[in-house]
């Protein structure tokens, strides 16, 4: 089946130091793979997406690159923050029908 | 309007107990969620609806009955919980105009839901 694994949190980082949050999945056939943030008390919002190797996504400063060969999708910002605090979910979609999958999430805490 | 709006925002309920958790958006989405998220945990899914459809229903217990009366709502009938039904409910919708393509989700900010 499909799955996602991704680092486990919480991460804590200073005012514009650099992000990585590691994100490696399975799955079959070809995933669409995505990055969604929760804010403390609110949904998830779609943070970028990629739907095909080599493919990167990019939105606020935060980008991932879609690598089949390492089956990864590391999401990175140069300089977090403060309002960067939040949760981060690495997922996936495979085979249509919009079953998405999400890693376990990794929270984020940016200190001033 | 690229809201998914959910009510209530939270819930408190006996075990026999009967409520309704709503969910509704005006974006023209034909396919509508139900995600279930335990504290800490990633959500997971419950039910898909497509086109006003139960599409996939992942092994919910009965005591959990959905309805999508339109294409704008979606009902999540509880009856009869366990306290560890206690969870963020989260509805999400996303626009469905082709199975094979993977779309982004739309959620809600969900129902925080304790049952005692």
């Known amino acids: 089946g499909n799955s996602v694994t991704q680092m486990e949190g919480p991460v804590t980082l200073s005012e514009e130091a650099f992000l990585t949050i590691n994100c490696t999945y399975t799955?079959?056939?070809?995933?669409?793979l995505f990055w969604y943030v929760q804010y403390p008390g609110e949904g998830l919002q779609l943070l970028l997406k990629?739907?095909?190797?080599?493919d990167k996504g990019s939105n606020k400063g935060f980008e991932a690159t879609y690598r089949k060969e390492t089956t990864s999708f590391h999401l990175e910002k140069g300089s977090v923050q403060v309002s960067d605090s939040a949760v981060y979910f690495c997922?996936?979609?495979?085979?249509?029908?919009?079953?998405?999958?999400f890693g376990i999430g990794t929270k984020l805490q940016v200190i001033p | 309007d690229t809201e998914v709006t959910q009510t209530p925002k939270h819930l408190v309920m006996g075990m026999t107990n009967k409520k309704s958790l709503k969910c509704e958006q005006h974006?023209?989405?034909?396919?509508m969620y139900w995600y279930k998220q335990k504290a800490k945990k990633p959500p997971e899914l419950m039910f898909v609806?497509?086109?006003?459809?139960?599409?996939i229903n992942e092994s919910v217990p009965s005591r959990f009955s959905p309805e999508c009366p339109n294409s704008s709502l979606l009902n999540l009938h509880l009856h009869a919980l366990q306290p560890e039904d206690s969870a963020l409910y989260l509805c999400a919708s996303s626009q469905s105009r082709d199975a094979s393509f993977n779309e982004k989700l739309f959620f809600g900010s969900g129902t925080q839901l304790s049952v005692l």
């Open positions: 990629a739907t095909k190797a080599d």
């Open positions: 997922a996936l979609s495979a085979g249509g029908y919009q079953k998405v999958t």
């Open positions: 974006m023209g989405h034909r396919a």
């Open positions: 799955a079959t056939g070809y995933p669409s």
């Open positions: 609806y497509s086109y006003e459809k139960l599409s």
